[in-house]
């Protein structure tokens, strides 16, 4: 039988405030709370409150039969509680229903996969931690920022414990292979790797209202007779994207809600049922290993990191970035530890992006250009540096400065121990002296 | 395809970017097989590169009649043009002129520069278009900025030949907005009476639609360009003996070119760190005005003035720059910018300058927003990945933005007019 299996992926940065280099050094607030609000709220009433109602109604109607999978960055669930936590109740709804699954991912939307395997391995932990308290259901299923997968994060994730994550169907990796298989890791063959099915996908997220398609209207009868004619051995079609595509990126005037409404009928009239990540990926076995030596993502029609990794303003900034993560995450400075997770959102270097100059900067950035876009940042970046140098002298490196720490961080238990030590060393000494007064005594009495 | 065209400035004699801009074009112009330029201007030295076009001199047309013998057209104006030439002229003198001031040949005098009687002189200049006019074939007539206008007007009542006029600068421009009525009238009336209308950016078209009142269709833009620099001047090797980074003001220091705001920033940079310098290089009516704004800011032991720079200074400035900064409050299109940028230099411009429509890898800003000028130079100086990647990137975008395709552009709008 063939499964649909959806994937919503949720994430809104912390953008930036104008920052001048006067504010380095005197201004330690980062973020532009107005921007933040205004877009996150409109979001909201636009695609996420609309959205969540629709799927809630809708596995409700069919009784558990329709699922679906979400994948919040931990960023976003921070500012849904700030600015709009009728999100989040709404998610807390459709978790009750026990038919969705939550994915893990970077609590950041971060890059670190690419330069810092601890960052990740710790941002995975956080987010994960995140989900459960929220949701009150354990992750088992690793997403990665924007999807960004190679062998060298295949290790990284299968270390961490996660056995299953998904990624894209990037065509010149896969070559002719469908991507409505389940494959695992070439380099950890215990890593079973769901994939996007990129066709499918795009028909809905770029297409669907694109009036020169020739396709054009996109409906869910037609849309479901294109998946039931996949080859029958071919069980499962991931449709992975971002949840905004209802009712932002689509607007709700172009019937993307209704296209969705409409779906699950016809899906199960072609008998086609709906499965979820972590399901999928248990109910079918791999059939073929994936090599990706050279990193992908679901970006751009090169489906790889150029999109924040393609210039030297990028790579300068996150080189910066990351040359002082072990310094933080020496630090027990709360707000430090927190700008420093925003700081780390890929949005950050996306807009830095030079690729699309002359075809129109991108419609996510709050910049004029890239340069705009670098020159804030470093602004921001020149000042969190300079704050986390200053929580320890910058003459100690930080191997040392670990061993120090170590030492000051377990002193109240050393000297618990050197002063339960003490105690027994006073009581056999107290009772030595006892026992030579008895003699004493006991010599008087004589 | 014959060309005639009007200028006032040709290199190596120039004052501002307007002969730069006539060089480019005709030498980019000049690819095109069957282009022949005729170009006029005031007043020639000898020594312009005529191996594309022939240059012929203002000065040297006479208007009246005289008797000269060939080996006095020989001795005076060899050095010029063919004596041939000058009889041929002679020969098209069509009035009587005597009652103006004309030298032994029957020529008048132009200073070629922007004197104070310049109105005089731009019709001087077109009484002897009316010789030139008649004197050789062409096919159209292509006139550069409003002190040739006249010319040009005269040129086509007289042969009946369209008159394309580009516009380099407006009145607007140069005034901030405060046109001077005798000039705009002259602009006005070119304008209006010409064939078709070229503008240099987008920002002059929108200002010749608007305040002359001239019908869309009749306006085209086509955006200046940059030669390659010769190998001379790549040779030149960054000068300054300090570790110091510097940024640099490079134009006339007036009005229109904004120079204040340039020195508002530098106070702010300057106030907060120590590892940047500024430098105002080139003259003009504000630069008392700006040595006294730089010594009340008291940033005077980190900024410093160059003076009037000419020829190969300019790059040797350029070279040693690690910022250019162009904060023009109106600014047809600028042409500087791209010079630095070939130097390798990171620019800063204002949104408010036409090559900002076609520049990428350029910071843009407001003029007015000094706190972005001075974020950008600082940023330019304290970052190096910025300064590397518009270093590179630079110098690739402009190294791809070539006369010869302006030249193109401009030619369809001959061909449309035939």
């Known amino acids: 039988m063939k499964n649909i299996c959806f994937y919503f992926q949720i994430h809104q940065p912390f953008r930036l405030k104008r920052y001048r280099f006067f504010n380095i050094g005197r201004d330690h607030y980062y973020f532009d709370d107005y921007a933040n609000e205004e877009i996150l709220q409109q979001i909201a009433a636009r695609s996420y409150v609309p959205a969540n109602r629709m799927l809630l109604d809708l596995i409700n109607q069919y009784k558990g039969k329709f699922k679906v999978a979400f994948s919040i960055s931990g960023v976003a669930l921070e500012q849904m509680e700030i600015f709009a936590p009728e999100v989040i109740d709404g998610f807390r709804e459709l978790a009750k229903t026990g038919h969705v699954e939550f994915l893990t991912e970077t609590y950041a939307h971060s890059l670190a996969s690419l330069f810092d395997p601890e960052e990740f391995r710790n941002q995975v932990q956080q987010h994960a931690e995140r989900i459960e308290m929220l949701f009150g259901m354990k992750p088992t299923v690793l997403r990665n920022t924007e999807l960004i997968y190679s062998d060298e994060i295949a290790e990284q994730v299968y270390d961490m414990g996660y056995t299953k994550m998904i990624t894209e169907g990037a065509k010149h990796v896969l070559g002719w292979k469908s991507p409505n298989y389940v494959y695992h890791a070439a380099t950890r063959p215990g890593l079973k790797l769901l994939l996007k099915n990129s066709r499918f996908s795009d028909d809905i997220t770029y297409r669907f209202s694109n009036y020169s398609w020739h396709e054009y209207p996109l409906t869910a009868d037609k849309f479901i007779a294109w998946i039931a004619a996949t080859p029958p051995e071919e069980e499962l079609i991931n449709l992975f994207m971002n949840y905004e595509t209802l009712g932002n990126l689509q607007p709700a005037h172009t019937g993307i809600f209704e296209f969705f409404k409409a779906l699950p009928r016809f899906a199960f009239e072609n008998g086609i049922g709906f499965t979820t990540p972590g399901e999928a990926l248990d109910s079918h076995e791999a059939i073929d290993s994936m090599l990706v030596p050279n990193t992908i993502s679901w970006s751009d029609e090169e489906r790889d990191v150029s999109a924040w990794l393609g210039n030297k303003l990028q790579q300068s900034a996150l080189k910066s970035l990351y040359e002082v993560g072990e310094r933080v995450r020496l630090c027990t400075d709360r707000r430090l530890k927190q700008d420093w997770i925003y700081l780390q959102s890929s949005d950050h270097f996306y807009y830095m992006s030079t690729k699309h100059f002359g075809s129109g900067q991108s419609q996510f950035s709050p910049y004029m250009s890239p340069y705009d876009a670098f020159n804030n940042y470093m602004n921001v970046l020149s000042d969190f540096i300079a704050r986390v140098r200053a929580q320890y002298p910058d003459t100690v490196d930080n191997e040392e400065l670990n061993a120090l720490l170590t030492i000051i961080h377990n002193q109240e238990m050393e000297i618990k121990r050197l002063q339960s030590e003490l105690k027994t060393v006073i009581g056999t000494n107290e009772e030595l002296l006892v026992e030579k007064g008895k003699g004493k005594t006991t010599q008087k009495e004589k | ?418």
Request: some cysteine.
């Open chain 2, 1 to 418: 395809m014959k060309a005639l065209m009007f200028g006032w400035e040709f290199p190596p004699h120039i004052l501002g970017g307007l002969g730069t801009a006539s060089y480019g074009l005709t030498r980019g112009m000049a690819q095109q097989e069957d282009m022949e330029i005729t170009f006029v201007i005031p007043r020639p030295w000898g020594d312009e590169d005529q191996s594309f076009l022939k240059i012929i001199g203002a000065n040297n047309t006479p208007i009246v009649w005289r008797d000269v013998s060939w080996e006095k057209a020989q001795a005076r104006l060899g050095k010029y043009m063919d004596p041939k030439e000058y009889f041929h002229l002679r020969d098209h003198i069509y009035a009587d002129f005597s009652y103006m001031h004309t030298n032994d040949l029957g020529c008048m005098e132009f200073s070629g520069r922007y004197p104070n009687n310049i109105l005089e002189e731009t019709n001087n200049y077109s009484i002897v278009a009316g010789v030139i006019a008649r004197s050789y074939p062409f096919d159209v007539i292509h006139a550069h900025d409003w002190l040739t206008y006249p010319a040009g007007l005269h040129a086509r009542s007289v042969t009946g030949k369209p008159l394309v006029i580009h516009v380099h600068a407006t009145e607007f421009d140069r005034s901030r907005g405060k046109p001077n009525p005798i000039v705009y009238g002259i602009e006005k009336n070119g304008m209006d009476n010409c064939d078709h209308i070229i503008c240099v950016s987008n920002l002059t078209r929108k200002t010749v639609i608007e305040n002359y009142h001239q019908p869309s269709w009749k306006v085209t833009t086509v955006h200046n360009a940059v030669d390659p620099l010769s190998p001379e001047i790549e040779a030149i090797e960054r000068q300054s003996g300090l570790p110091d980074k510097v940024a640099t003001f490079l134009g006339r220091i007036t009005m229109q070119k904004g120079p204040e705001f340039f020195v508002d920033a530098a106070t702010q940079v300057i106030r907060k760190t120590d590892h940047i310098r500024f430098v105002m290089a080139g003259s003009g009516d504000m630069m008392d005005q700006m040595i006294q704004l730089v010594a009340d800011r008291g940033i005077a032991h980190k900024f410093h003035f160059t003076g009037f720079l000419r020829g190969k200074q300019v790059y040797e400035m350029l070279k040693s720059s690690d910022v250019y900064v162009m904060p023009s409050v109106s600014e047809p299109f600028g042409i500087s910018p791209l010079e630095a940028m070939q130097c390798g230099v990171p620019s800063i411009i204002s949104y408010q300058s036409g090559c900002s429509e076609i520049l990428h890898n350029v910071i843009k800003i407001d003029y007015w927003d000094v706190d972005a000028m001075a974020d950008a130079i600082y940023s330019i100086c304290t970052y190096p990945a910025m300064a590397e990647h518009l270093r590179i990137e630079g110098k690739k975008e402009v190294d791809n933005i070539k006369w010869e395709d302006a030249g193109l552009k401009i030619r369809r709008i001959y061909d449309s007019l035939m």
